[in-house]
């Protein structure tokens, strides 16, 4: 028999091994502005958006001070955070641009518009927002038409000063 998971299941929080957890603490939270929610000494942390109890655990039991895995290898490919406005994709592009944070792409996904980067340890982050699921591309017989075009970043950061 098949089963299909509760349509109201969502990932709750991921949780990174890191080289260094003041450097995580620099890109998670001093440059996204997640805020800290509980600390277990020098090894762990555990950040919010909003007051939740944690979206993002960092830790180094395993890491500290260790290497980034190759690109070729298997794991995670990147965390996605999204921001409930456009504005606040915009926002957060432009916090990256002027702490000349690199940016390794930027693409529209018909469904989402998204930035795309590496955390100190090489994690791939993906920050992106969701378009109305009305603006949604599907195609005539009804079947979701994602695709990987260009983001018009300067588009993108005009949502600043509206």
């Keep these: 028999m098949s089963y299909k998971i509760p349509d109201q299941t969502h990932i709750g929080h991921v949780h990174l091994k890191v080289s260094d957890i003041n450097k995580a603490l620099a890109f998670y939270k001093d440059l996204l502005g997640f805020e800290i929610m509980a600390r277990y000494g020098e090894s762990a942390v555990f950040i919010s958006a909003g007051g939740y109890h944690h ?3 960092l830790n180094t039991w395993y890491s500290k001070n260790g290497p980034q895995p190759a690109s070729n290898a298997v794991g995670l490919f990147h965390t996605a955070i ?3 406005t456009r504005k606040d ?3 957060a592009l432009q916090r990256l641009i002027d702490a000349k944070y690199p940016i390794t792409g930027a693409s529209d ?3 989402s518009e998204a930035i795309y980067l590496n955390d ?3 994690n791939g982050v993906e920050l992106y927002w969701d378009r109305p699921k009305e603006l949604w591309p599907f195609d ?3 079947n979701l038409q994602m695709f990987t075009e260009r983001l018009d970043l300067e588009d993108l950061l005009a949502q600043i000063n509206t």
């Design 140 to 142: 005539a017989a009804g």
């Design 55 to 57: 979206h993002i655990g």
């Design 82 to 84: 999204v921001y409930p």
């Design 89 to 91: 994709l915009a926002i």
């Design 109 to 111: 996904h018909g469904v």
């Design 120 to 122: 100190p340890d090489g």
